[in-house]
């Protein structure tokens, strides 16, 4: 029996709106489509009428999660236009919080993919330690959303010696908790039989569609821009991408666990090695110059990328903005086909997709 | 450093520069467009030639060709949204369903106008269809 099974968008599994179309026949997902633009804000068009300053607050509320990413990846473009050349302190500080903020999303995107499978007892686990980051990240910005940490040509604020240290005794006491979860992760009966072989993204369709990140990365596909076009102080640190082959679901979730090390490895390094000298340069506002300039940032949950264009005035004149899951989000169907209509929620929700981030 | 290259190129080189970018392995970053200040369109093609963007722009054109054969919905996807939001036309690209306007927003307010049409005045047609 052929079925139609609409999914959203407004959905338990998945907490942002997106509506799927599911086509099956009895359980089995036969073909899916995917609609998005059910949280249009029209932030790039608002971009237009604000100045720099403006802008970073606007950009930080596209997505609730990588707000750093944005604001980080805004200023960065703003800074290539001008020709600003950020201190090297204040871009120490940029990548910590970068790099405390990718802990907190792919702990969080964990828990929520234990939870979806119904593994409740993990699902809190993995939330009891992210917890501990986000603590760090308020402690650090004052927030634990909008951090607010980046203005054009620097950081907002900065690191003293003691949250330095405090910051330093966090990455020794998440390593028991991590090696924990990690352990489960890779050994669990549970999580095994609910995410191998299921949703497969193989590596030929993840290049043709351009998947990017964590989700490209788990089809056997060695892509990160801190890597392949090193920005800010990414150049600095030794760190790994890891990468599997598998492309499905247990590969997502093995890549995001072991991204968690890496990311600690970076904060220790950029903590142990924090150049003296100036946060930024000053809080006069600036002219956007005459120019155009695209800025990449690895976020969680991968490439994002900010175009500005200046017009030497104090507004932009454009900003476009586009995040991982635009590129994710059309793998979707693909990873459902073949598979039953009870995995379908956790398939979507493997890409770690961000329909707040998409839609801007 | 990341680098920005901009390279000016007629509409004839979308396809053949798209083809060339996907046999080498290179990543569509994006396609974006904006109204230059002297009112025309640019629309650019951003493919990572690591650790640069190679940013290729065709100025003044609005019927342009797809790229979707090359690089399926990494390129049909900005290139609905270009459509949506500034109402340039890409040859041969399906735009019969919705990507992020609601229905009857593309019905009243436009496929194209959104990012045309000064805020302002948007915020002063929209007060005139609610009264």
Known sequence: MSYIVPVGPYHPALEEPIHARLYTEGEVIKDAEVFVG?????????ATERNAIQTLVLVER????CSHSHAFTYAMAVEAI???????????????????????????????ACHIIGHDSMFMHIWDERELVMDLLEKMTGNRVNYAMV??????????????RELLAACDKL??????????????????????????????????????GPHARASGVKIDVRKDAPYSSYGDFDFDVPVVDSGDVFARVVVRALECYESIKIIRQALENLPEGPINLGSKLIKIKEGQSVARHEAPRGQLSHMVVGDGGFHNHRVSIHVPSYKNTPTVPFMLRGNTVADGGLIIASIDPCFSCLDR | MQEYRKIIIQKEQIVPIAEKMRREGRYLVMIHAFIDKDG??????????????????????????????????????????????????????????RLFLPED???TQGRGQIMVTPLSELVEKNRKEEA
């Open chain 1, 38 to 46: 059910y949280n249009h804000r029209g932030i790039e068009k608002l």
């Open chain 1, 62 to 65: 596209v997505c609730g999660i």
């Open chain 1, 82 to 112: 001008n020709g600003v050349e950020v201190p090297k302190r204040g871009e120490y500080i940029r990548v910590i919080t970068a790099e405390l903020e990718r802990l907190h999303s792919h702990f969080l995107w964990l828990g929520i």
């Open chain 1, 151 to 164: 203005t054009i040509g620097g950081a907002r604020r900065d690191i003293s010696d003691e949250l330095r």
């Open chain 1, 175 to 212: 390593k028991a908790p991590m090696d924990r979860i990690v352990e489960i992760a890779l050994t669990d009966r549970t999580i095994a039989l609910r995410t191998k072989g299921v949703g497969v993204l193989k590596r030929e369709d993840a290049l043709r569609m351009g998947a990017v």
């Open chain 2, 40 to 97: 025309q369109m640019d629309v650019s093609w951003d493919y990572a030639v690591d650790p640069a963007v190679e940013s290729y722009h065709v100025l003044g054109e609005t019927e342009l060709p797809s790229i979707g054969g090359i690089y399926d919905t990494a390129a049909t996807w900005p290139e609905r949204e270009l459509n949506e939001l500034f109402g340039i036309n890409f040859e041969g690209l399906d735009t019969s369903k």
């Open chain 2, 105 to 107: 927003m593309l019905e």
